[in-house]
C-alpha cells in the first residue's frame, strides 16, 4: 500500500489591484466530478496571490483528470471566490477569483 498523498498546489489572485486588510481568509477545496470535497485548507491572506496545497488521498480521486478546484477569499473589503470550479491542471494552478459581493 502506498502512502503517497496526492498533492494540488497553486495559486489564488484577483485581477483587481486591492491592499488585503488583516483577518482576509482564504478558502480553498478540492473537489472531484461528483462535487465531493477530497481536501480543503483556509489560509490567512495577507497579499495577494496567495499560495495553497491541497493533499488528498490518492484512492480517492482515481482519476485525476476529473479533479476541480472550488475557491473564496473574505475580507473585511469584500468577497471573491470561483464561479465555475476550476479544473486543476498537471503543474501549479492559477486560480482567477472574481468579486461576488460588495
Known amino acids: 500500500m502506498s502512502s503517497q498523498l496526492l498533492t494540488v498546489t497553486g ?3 484577483v485581477r483587481e489591484r486591492i491592499s ?3 483577518g482576509a481568509i482564504a478558502t480553498i477545496k478540492l473537489v472531484d ?3 465531493e470535497v477530497l481536501a480543503g485548507t483556509a489560509i490567512e491572506s495577507v497579499a495577494l496571490p496567495t499560495e495553497f496545497a491541497l493533499s488528498a488521498d490518492p484512492a480517492l480521486a482515481p482519476d485525476p483528470d476529473t479533479l476541480f478546484i472550488w475557491a473564496a477569499l473574505r475580507s473585511e473589503t469584500g468577497v471573491w471566490g470561483t464561479p465555475e470550479l476550476v479544473p486543476v491542471a498537471s503543474e ?6 472574481t468579486k461576488i459581493e460588495d
Do not use: I
Open 33 to 35: 466530478g461528483e462535487g
Open 20 to 22: 488585503l486588510p488583516p
Open 92 to 97: 501549479a494552478n492559477a486560480v482567477l477569483l
Open 11 to 13: 495559486t489564488v489572485y
